[in-house]
């Protein structure tokens, strides 16, 4: 080994294969090269999907501001009755749930949901899971007759003054809904009918502050809203006038949130004259019956006639439970193996012989 000039089998080896290191240190630097290049590449691919997520934000943003400048110009408010005349009118409405209570109104005059009293004047309409058939476009007219007139105070107290204000022609409401909700309450997203209702919707509020809210999603179990594209705020006594985009392109409705303490709206609407109207030749499709009020045997105040109540979804949860039995196959066999278990006890035992051998 020291003759040939090796000190080393390895170094040896190594003498006789130099191209070996060559390809191995070249394959190295190929390597590290494309190592490099996948990392640019990647860096410019992370890069570009940011950019492309930060462009989609800005989008999505300015479309959400120019949406919330659209209803806003399409809103109008004025406040119009003065605290004295706002507790008149609370009274009033005190006076219409307890002829609610008292059963003194028609049969559609009062819908009643949870947490949220409706009372129709003048006409009346299904919706929701009144309807035979869901989605826009299908609510229809209660025949005439079936829901009470408009109440002579809503003339004198609310209609008069909205025109001597000139918020609405004269003549211009037959169709007048109050709105009563509990602390928790709430109005699902919904665009008023189109083919029911005329332009302009007037309400005016009453009993304390809440908001409208446009552009919301609702979900449910448990009860939750999307951010609204915009929130308009409804003081006790101000007058909401919605038109043009608030009124046709966009939803509204009132949040839980947003109902702290009691508050009744009065809606005051007028109905197109060819808003298509229930069959007279038929009755009204079927409806579940009205929540049964758990306040009917105290009088009618303001603190006793508006106690929350458990929500109907959490009803029908516990209405499901309850309603559950086990399958009748599964509990004649665990009849049919208690018995036989029973019939082994019974029976002595039998002897078994051994054979010695």
Not at 70 to 90: A, L, M, Y
Request: proline residues 7%; glycine residues 6%.
């Amino acid at each position: 080994m020291a003759a040939s000039g090796y000190s080393d089998l390895r170094e040896k080896l190594k003498s006789m294969t130099p191209h070996r290191d060559e390809n191995k240190n070249k394959q190295v630097a190929r390597d590290a090269e494309s190592s490099v290049q996948r990392g640019h590449k990647r860096k410019r691919r992370g890069s570009d999907s940011a950019d492309d997520y930060a462009h989609s934000d800005e989008s999505s943003s300015e479309s959400r501001e120019q949406e919330a400048r659209r209803v806003k110009s399409s809103t109008q408010q004025k406040n119009i009755f003065s605290p004295e005349e706002c507790r008149q009118i609370e009274d009033k409405i005190d006076e219409v749930v307890a002829n609610g209570e008292a059963g003194l109104y028609r049969e559609h005059t009062v819908d009643r949901a949870p947490l949220r009293n409706k009372y129709f004047f003048g006409e009346g309409y299904t919706y929701g899971a009144q309807l035979e058939k869901r989605g826009p476009g299908q609510e229809r007219l209660y025949k005439k007759g079936q829901v009470d007139d408009i109440p002579q105070w809503v003339h004198e107290l609310v209609i008069k003054k909205l025109v001597l204000s000139g918020v609405i022609p004269e003549g211009f409401v037959n169709s007048a809904v109050i709105n009563d909700y509990q602390p928790g309450g709430c109005i699902v997203s919904h665009v008023d009918p189109l083919h029911i209702f005329a332009r302009p919707i007037v309400s005016v509020s009453f009993f304390s502050d809440s908001a409208l809210c446009f552009g919301c999603r609702f979900q449910f179990k448990p009860i939750r809203v999307s951010e609204p594209v915009y929130v308009l705020p409804v003081r006790r006594g101000s007058v909401t006038v919605l038109s043009g985009y608030a009124a046709d392109d966009i939803t509204h409705c009132i949040r839980p949130q947003d109902i702290k303490q009691r508050r009744a709206v009065i809606i005051l609407r007028k109905t197109r004259p060819d808003a298509p109207r229930l069959d007279s030749d038929s009755s009204p499709p079927e409806r579940p019956p009205p929540l049964k009020a758990k306040r009917s045997h105290r009088r009618a105040d303001p603190d006793a006639a508006h106690r929350p109540r458990v929500l109907e979804m959490d009803k029908e949860e516990n209405r499901r439970q309850s309603r559950w039995r086990p399958p009748r196959h599964s509990w004649e066999n665990h009849r049919r193996s208690s018995h036989d278990s029973d019939k082994r006890r019974e029976s002595p035992r039998r002897k078994v012989k051994i054979r010695r051998h």
